[in-house]
């Protein structure tokens, strides 16, 4: 129990993936981020892309991401074998979401193909600028205890 905090550029989206932290209740939880920011070279240098139409496939909205490229894949890979696209990720504005009756079809696509990361018609890059947080925290549990204090009358100083 508790909430998930996720900490992310914000003209990125979430992806199940994430790395989050878990802040619990009955305590407190101080989270302290660190950024590291990355600038790739193109060209000679390798491969990178600078915005999410230099691919194939994006559905996400925001900045570019690896893992949104690679999930892009999967949808387009539903859409070819079944139809339709997974209707738990972003999809193409005119696709069809699977239904229920289509879930063993969704659920084959993985299971047969493998990864996206793995696929020969699945090229994603990384960002040619990318920030990446790295999450330090700390955690006090409150004391489940009372406070006694003890008291005699006429003792007090001050």
Known sequence: MGIQVFVHPAEEDI???SVATMAQPGGQTDIFPFMTAYTRLNGRYGTCVSEANEVKQYFYTGAYATDGCLQSCYQQACENICGCMDPRYPMAE?????????RTCVDDVTTNLGDPSSWDNCTCPNACAEREYDV???????????????????????
Request: proline share 6%.
């Open 15 to 17: 992806f199940s993936e």
């Open 94 to 102: 005119n696709a069809a979401a699977c239904s229920l009756s289509q």
């Open 136 to 158: 330090a925290w700390t955690r006090t549990v409150y004391s489940q205890r009372k406070a006694e204090i003890p008291y005699s009358p006429g003792t007090a100083t001050l």
